[in-house]
């Protein structure tokens, strides 16, 4: 019987948080099949949602007159792009990406090509879905598995920053105060910054199915973390066709962050951590310790990753 091609697993995070380097990492795998686009943005297309809307519209021609972002221009360029390559397959699937009616069915048709891999899909937004869409995603596929990067929420609220107004030239002046809280009180930015929040939902509906993952093992132990990973979603961990791992991406340009975001920040999360370390410990004292200036207990290695 021919399978029914939905997603195995999807990846969220927060911005800055280590989903480039998880989208980088499987497309690397011979067992795992991805989208060629990361960020799909399938079930936050809701417009209440905090993120890009650009499938808020099921139709493809409204989707493209609303096309604000230039999402779709995009995508057309890469249709373009592969046509003339001669690369079909990719051709092929950025056709159906542009001209489909956005529906479940849809959804699991920019699967069709993964055959008997192992697939999925890298839309960090995700992380801000209410509980209804997370049941909703349940519903699409009961067995789903959730992985969730996370990155100490400071460190993460800056580097989102420096990103946005250095690399993307938007947001306002990086020596601006003013500007710089402007571009952290922002919902999305918020939302992205409530761990505590993220995996009390996502827990609750995929619990034994959702795995926490950490940006900080991407530095200390970039290979025991992807093994990890590829023990969750069943696949062997030796069946990369290049080691990358320890390779940085997307990286934001360096600027130090002002005294008073900082202090600003660590008021924002402080009582997050704390908790957090009280109900996790491991990179969660690290990153509790590392904010409030405490020397972090004396411990074997800390877990990469938590399934919960």
């Not at 580097?159 to 690399?167: D, I, T």
């Not at 962050?257 to 370390?277: R, S």
């Amino acid at each position: 019987m021919q399978r029914q091609h939905k997603p195995d697993f999807l990846g969220i995070g927060l911005h800055k948080g280590g989903t480039t380097w998880l989208f980088q990492q499987l497309k690397q795998h011979q067992d795992i099949w991805l989208p060629p686009m990361k960020e799909l943005h399938y079930f936050d297309r809701d417009k209440a949602y905090a993120s890009p809307n650009f499938l808020a519209e099921s139709s493809p021609l409204k989707r493209s007159l609303s096309d604000v972002e230039g999402k779709m221009r995009v995508a057309y360029e890469h249709l373009q792009r592969n046509r003339e390559r001669g690369n079909l397959q990719a051709a092929r699937w950025w056709y159906k990406f542009l001209v489909g009616r956005c529906s479940d069915n849809w959804y699991r048709s920019l699967f069709a090509e993964a055959g008997s891999k192992v697939c999925g899909e890298i839309t960090p937004a995700y992380s801000i879905l209410n509980k209804q869409s997370l049941l909703e995603i349940k519903q699409l596929n009961p067995d789903i598995k959730i992985i969730l990067m996370l990155r100490n929420p400071v460190e993460r609220a800056w580097s989102a920053v420096k990103f946005n107004f250095l690399n993307l030239k938007v947001g306002g002046d990086i020596s601006s105060v003013s500007d710089i809280r402007q571009c952290l009180d922002d919902p999305g930015m918020v939302a992205r910054g409530n761990v505590s929040d993220i995996i009390e939902r996502y827990q609750s509906v995929f619990k034994g199915n959702f795995l926490v993952c950490f940006y900080d093992a991407i530095k200390q132990n970039p290979n025991v973390l992807l093994s990890e990973i590829c023990g969750f979603l069943g696949v062997e961990p030796d069946r990369f066709k290049e080691n990358i791992a320890s390779k940085r991406v997307n990286a934001s340009p360096q600027a130090p962050m002002p005294a008073e975001v900082k202090t600003y920040l660590t008021d924002c999360y402080v009582d997050m951590l704390a908790e957090l370390d009280k109900t996790y410990a491991g990179y969660f004292h690290h990153w509790y310790c590392k904010v409030t200036g405490q020397p972090a207990s004396p411990a074997g290695p800390v877990q990469a990753s938590l399934r919960l």
